[in-house]
Structure formats: structure tokens, C-alpha cells
């Protein structure tokens, strides 16, 4: 690959529900541009984007992926990325560094699901934008509603830029809104121009108007003339797009058939042409003050998007230089956690092949191995003139499982491969929970769990399997009582003696376990009622209602009975224990459950749907508030049990199109009629082992 100044490259996500037809086009691209001698099919895993064995297996993307396209003198550095919900990670990551984003509309299933969620990101990182509605040679395919349908939905600032010519089977051309030409595509995919079909007439008529309208609002000399009767000559159309698509007031649309290689070259001309270049790109450091402009001379800043962890050649950094340059065998500084980095050679990527050179300059993106302190979204600056970039934000995981080793010799190389793993996947997490003593892997969703165990299989060689998450249920009393512990036994040698009694009594929810000395007359001897409290504390540990904790109890011990010989501290430690299993079975046991808070943002037309199924799930509403016109934000509190996999349920009940936070917020009692469920199953599990 040649090298480019900032001012010819274009940095551009590809976004958009899965299926379609981002990792196609790409490919489309790749081959057009002389890249690639033949076109990669998705269907069989010859692409350059999906390159990982899981993507393969799965016919999809996965990962995000690098794929520049030399075209006209120019580089479209492509982030080609997954369209599968569960993935979003790799999404958030593309939309950090890129300058802007095609995204794509399938013809024949217009605004879907994914089409929402990246648009809702392009809106939260104020990313210029354009639409592709792709496969547009499908049955059923319709350009018209899928624009209708935009427009609707996100205004008139979505106008076509193209119309296409004949759909379905006989798209053979589109018509450019810009100059009002007709261009019919050859077998090779090459373009002539005619005339437009007496047909489109109307409709080229009306679509041109809608974009002139559309570019004219965003300038007031435009709109003043365009008032006036006056037509918008092509260039002064051609110009306001492409300041309309800089400050985000024009979203044109444009028509492609990928796979037949239809409309292709028309696309990479109007992306080098309209987009940003990422000269015209600037960034603020942490400190709001170190606006960095995209200068090959200036002081460096890079920020690391990806990382893969290989294995065999270690992780793999891909990052955007957005200041100075990058160079092979230099040394770095990592301001963000005060760390030099000894750099190695430096890379360009494309899908999996890496080609070295002796730097990459501002404004585009390179790769480099074996970074000992970097990670995903820290940044890379020189120590003589630091500079900090803002910090990547990745949404939190909402799904858990247990997981387990299946062979003992997994264990040993499960924690570095699940800690591996990590570094290239900041939406996964690890963690232990000490209540229920299982290790948790917790992901966006099914998908993606099941893939990062497929991943650590492959890569790393630990087998794991999965278990049901544990609830972590506690016990307490409601009421006061007293007991007496009894621990006598005597043979023919020494033998035990302890004798106690102990009062319980219920504390206030979270203010855990309190134990009272009240004994009188050295009863029991000062050296041996710890014994007591350490039996107390082993009880309340191992539960006695279902096996869970108790908490929240004051133990008072007010007598009890040694002898000068018999008398020991394993003797009153069983005594203790005796004595507080039998005081809170008098007391009265009940089991306390984990609340958890929530807060779920959901189209409005679904709201009813997921309050009836919060109302299910025993959960009680607190409150709902409107957002952005379409949406609704419920607020609720209810048993973490109900919520295990609420990832799964809420996708099924919305198609995909909501989102969730939760929280640990507090300990209730269970109802009845669960906590006969909860005993019964407690009790079962222990006679099976």
C-alpha cells in the first residue's frame, strides 16, 4: 500500500443490521479497486474481512475489521463491522476513530433492528453519515420505502442521491440526482450513460427536488435562492452535500447490488468525493485545551481501538494516529498509565494480512505487535509532549454464566485464557463471586458468550463449560429466641464438655452479625466463649433453612456450663454451633432475596409488552419517562432470580430493539410460595451430591 497524506484519506465505519450486505461490499470494493482478483463470498469465508475460523463457521461478521481500498488516488480506510447486537463492542470501538459512517439499509427489509442502534451511536459521537440501501437486485426489493421510511423516521435531511434504474432482477442502472444523468451498467460492471427512462420521469423529478430542498436549508444563500425560483446548479448541489454531510444536515442516500459488482464504482467515487477527509478531522485531549489537529509534524497521538490477543505472536494494537507520526522501532510513552512502550515494527493491515512499513502519519491507521502496557483505548504519545485522549466507552455486560473447567488440566490454563481473552474483548467480564464460590463470565448476550468460550478453546486450550448462575439467596430470623447448645462426651480418656445457651434476636437488613458477651460468675471461663462465637459464625455460614448465609443477627451468650477438665474450645465451638442452629429454628427462619434496580429503554409501541412482563417477573414499577419522542424509559425494582437471563427475554419480547441497565440495590424476603421452591431445590442439589 502507497502512503497518503490526511488530506486523501477517508476514515469510514461500515455499520448496519447484520445480513446487510456491509462485509459484501467491502469485498465488492476491494475488487473493483484491482485489490483482489476476484470477489470473497460471505457464504463460503473468502473474504478479507472475516478471516477469524468462528466467522467462517457462522457465514458473518464477528470482529471488526481493517479494509483500506485504494481508489483515485485516494485511501477509504474501511471499518467493516459486525451486525449482530451482541457484538456491539466491535461497533463501539469503529465509531471512536473513524471520521464517518456508511450505513446500510437491506432493500427488502428497510430500517431494521441494527439499522437503529448504529444510527443511535452515529448520533452520539456526531458522526457524519451516509445511507446505502443495498441489494437492491433481491425479490421484493424496494429503494422508495426504504427512503420513505428513513425520512420518516429521521427527517428531511435523508434525501436520495440516486434512484436506481428497474429493481429486483432488472436493475440495470441508477439515475444521478446530482446532474440528472442516467447511467446503465455493463456485465463488468462498468457504467454508460443515457437517457433516463421515460418512466422515472416523475419520480427523478421528484426525488432531485427533495435533495435540492434538502441541501438548500443548509446554507442561506442556497435557501434564498432556491426561494426564488432559481434552480441549484450540479456544483452547487455536488458542494452542499458534501458540507451538509461534514456538519451532519444532509444524509444522502445512494443504491447497490454488491455481489453483481452494480453501482460499486459509483459509491467509491462519491465517498472519496463527499466524506470527510481525515484532514479536516480534529480531537480534544482529557484537558479540553490540547485540540489536536491532524498533523504528520505535530506531537504525537495515536489511540489504540483493537486489540487481539494471538497465542503465538502476542496482542496485536490497531490504532488511529491523529497527530505525528508513528514510527517503527521507537519508543513511546503511554500517558494514560505512565508506562514507556518499546515499539517493534509497525503494520498496515488488510483483514488478516499485514504488510510492514517504516510508519504511519496522521490520520490514518496502522497496527503493532507486543505491547507490553497498552490496551484497548489507551493512548500513544511521546513523553517530552504528552497527550491524552478521552477513553473509549464500551457498553456493560448484561448476561451471565458460570463457568467450569471440564478437565482438571483445564484449570490451570483457565484464568490466563479467560484474562487473554479480556484484553481484546472489553464488553466480556470476569469475576468471582465469593457468595456463591462460582466464576461468572458475563457478556452482551448467548451469542457472545458462546463464541468467547469457542475463542478460548481455540486459542488458548482451556475447555469450559457453562452453569446455571447461582442466586445469592441469604437467610435470617424475624424474631427472638434462645437456645442451648449441648456438646458432652465422655469415654473412657479425656473427654469434651461444653455447655451453653445463647439468645438470638433479628437486626436491622444490613447490619449484619453482632455477638454479645453477658456472661456472669465465669460460667463459662473468659478463654472459651470466643469458642462459641466461632461455632456461631460457622453456622450461620453453612445456613440452615436452604444452606445459605444467615445474616443480620445478634448472638447474646448469657450462660452456660465447663468442667475443670473436660472443657475445651472445639467443645463449646460445637456447642455454639448446636445452640444457634436451634435458637433461629425457634426464631423462625426466612430466606432473603436479591433486588436488583432497572432501567430499560423501549420503543414506546413495545412498553406495554415489557411492564407486563416486569409485572411477571414480580418486579414493581417506578416511574416512566419519555425520551427522544419514541422512547420509553421504565424504571423498576425486582428479584435478581427473575433476571438471570433478561438479556434473552428482552430481545425476544422487543425484536432486539431495547436495552437495559442493572443494578445490585438491596435484600428482601422472599415470598412463601418461592421460598418452597428455593428449599426444595436446595434440598434436592444436596442429595445428588
Not at 451538509?244 to 454488491?258: D, E, K, L, R
Not at 468442667?563 to 426466612?590: K, N, P, T, Y
Amino acid at each position: 500500500m502507497d502512503t497518503y497524506g490526511a488530506d486523501r484519506i477517508r476514515n469510514v465505519g461500515f455499520l448496519g443490521h447484520m445480513g446487510a450486505g456491509k462485509t459484501t461490499l467491502a469485498e465488492a470494493m476491494l475488487f473493483r479497486s484491482g485489490a483482489t482478483s476476484r470477489m470473497g463470498r460471505v457464504e463460503d469465508g473468502s473474504t478479507v474481512a472475516d478471516y477469524e475460523p468462528e466467522e467462517v463457521k457462522r457465514g458473518g461478521s464477528i470482529n471488526l475489521a481493517v479494509v483500506p481500498v485504494e481508489w483515485q488516488d485516494h485511501k477509504l480506510n474501511i471499518l467493516d463491522t459486525p451486525g449482530y447486537a451482541d457484538f456491539v463492542g466491535e461497533v463501539v470501538e469503529a465509531v471512536h476513530v473513524v471520521d464517518s459512517a456508511v450505513i446500510f439499509v437491506e432493500a427488502v427489509s428497510g430500517v431494521q433492528v441494527g439499522t437503529e442502534q448504529v444510527w443511535q451511536l452515529c448520533d452520539d459521537q456526531g458522526l457524519p453519515r451516509v445511507v446505502v440501501v443495498s441489494r437492491i437486485d433481491r425479490d421484493n426489493a424496494s429503494f422508495r420505502q426504504a427512503v420513505e421510511q428513513l425520512r420518516e423516521m429521521y427527517g428531511t435531511k435523508v434525501a436520495a442521491a440516486q434512484l436506481p434504474i428497474g429493481e429486483e432482477g432488472d436493475f440495470r442502472g441508477v439515475v444521478d440526482l446530482i446532474s440528472g444523468k442516467a447511467l446503465f451498467f455493463g456485465d463488468d460492471g462498468e457504467a454508460t450513460e443515457g437517457e433516463v427512462p421515460s418512466e422515472l420521469q416523475d419520480d427523478v423529478e421528484m426525488f432531485a427536488e427533495q435533495l435540492t430542498e434538502t441541501v438548500a436549508e443548509t446554507d442561506d444563500d442556497l435557501v434564498l435562492k432556491y426561494l426564488e425560483g432559481e434552480g441549484l446548479t450540479p456544483e452547487e448541489v455536488r458542494e452542499g452535500i458534501k458540507q451538509g454531510i461534514a456538519s451532519q444536515q444532509v444524509i444522502p442516500v445512494f443504491a447497490c447490488a454488491a455481489t453483481d459488482d452494480k453501482g460499486v464504482r459509483q459509491l467509491l467515487d462519491a465517498l472519496v468525493a463527499l466524506l470527510p477527509a481525515a484532514a479536516e478531522t480534529s480531537i480534544a485531549g482529557t484537558d479540553k485545551a490540547s485540540q489536536l489537529t491532524t498533523d504528520a509534524d505535530g506531537p504525537l497521538a495515536a489511540r489504540v481501538f483493537k486489540t487481539l490477543a494471538d497465542p503465538f505472536v502476542g496482542r496485536l494494537s490497531y490504532f488511529r494516529v491523529y497527530s505525528g507520526t508513528f514510527r517503527s522501532d521507537a519508543q513511546v510513552w503511554n500517558p494514560g498509565k505512565e508506562e514507556a512502550e518499546r515499539v517493534g515494527q509497525v503494520l498496515m493491515v488488510r483483514g488478516k494480512d499485514q504488510q510492514p512499513v517504516s510508519q504511519v502519519a496522521a490520520g490514518d491507521i496502522g497496527a503493532v505487535a507486543k505491547l507490553a502496557e497498552t490496551a484497548t483505548g489507551d493512548t500513544i504519545s511521546q513523553r517530552e509532549q504528552p497527550r491524552l485522549l478521552p477513553a473509549i466507552q464500551f457498553p456493560e455486560p448484561v448476561y451471565s454464566v458460570a463457568v467450569v473447567p471440564e478437565a482438571k488440566s483445564d484449570l490451570d490454563r483457565m484464568s490466563s485464557a479467560v484474562a487473554r481473552l479480556q484484553e481484546e474483548d472489553l464488553t466480556l467480564r470476569v469475576t468471582r463471586s465469593v457468595e456463591t464460590a462460582q466464576t461468572l463470565l458475563s457478556g452482551m448476550g448467548d451469542s457472545h458468550i458462546d463464541l468467547s468460550l469457542e475463542r478460548i478453546r481455540r486459542k488458548f486450550g482451556a475447555s469450559l463449560k457453562t452453569e446455571p448462575v447461582r442466586v445469592p439467596y441469604r437467610e435470617t430470623i424475624m424474631a427472638t429466641a434462645s437456645a442451648e447448645g449441648r456438646h458432652v462426651k465422655q469415654s473412657g480418656g479425656h473427654g469434651q464438655y461444653g455447655v451453653c445457651t445463647i439468645e438470638v434476636s433479628p437486626r436491622s437488613r444490613g447490619e449484619g452479625y453482632e455477638f454479645v458477651d453477658n456472661i456472669v460468675g465465669g460460667v463459662i471461663s473468659q478463654g472459651l466463649r470466643p469458642a462459641v462465637d466461632k461455632g456461631v459464625r460457622e453456622a450461620m455460614e453453612r445456613g440452615v433453612l436452604a444452606g445459605y448465609p444467615i445474616v443480620d443477627v445478634q448472638v447474646r451468650l448469657y450462660d452456660g456450663k465447663e468442667h475443670s477438665v473436660d472443657s475445651s474450645e472445639i467443645a463449646f465451638r460445637l456447642a455454639g454451633l448446636q445452640a444457634f442452629q436451634a435458637a433461629v429454628r425457634q426464631a423462625g427462619l426466612v430466606l432473603l432475596e436479591p433486588i436488583v434496580q432497572l432501567e430499560v429503554q423501549v420503543p414506546e409501541a413495545n412498553a406495554g409488552d415489557i411492564i407486563a412482563d416486569l409485572n411477571q417477573k414480580r418486579a414493581r414499577i417506578q416511574g416512566m419517562d419519555t425520551e427522544g419522542g419514541h422512547t420509553t424509559v421504565i424504571t423498576a425494582d425486582g428479584p435478581q432470580a427473575e433476571f438471570v437471563r433478561y438479556a434473552t427475554d428482552l430481545r425476544s419480547i422487543t425484536g432486539g430493539r431495547a436495552s437495559f441497565k442493572v443494578e445490585f440495590s438491596h435484600y428482601e424476603e422472599v415470598p412463601t410460595h418461592v421460598t418452597q421452591q428455593v428449599v426444595a431445590a436446595a434440598r434436592a442439589a444436596r442429595e445428588n451430591g
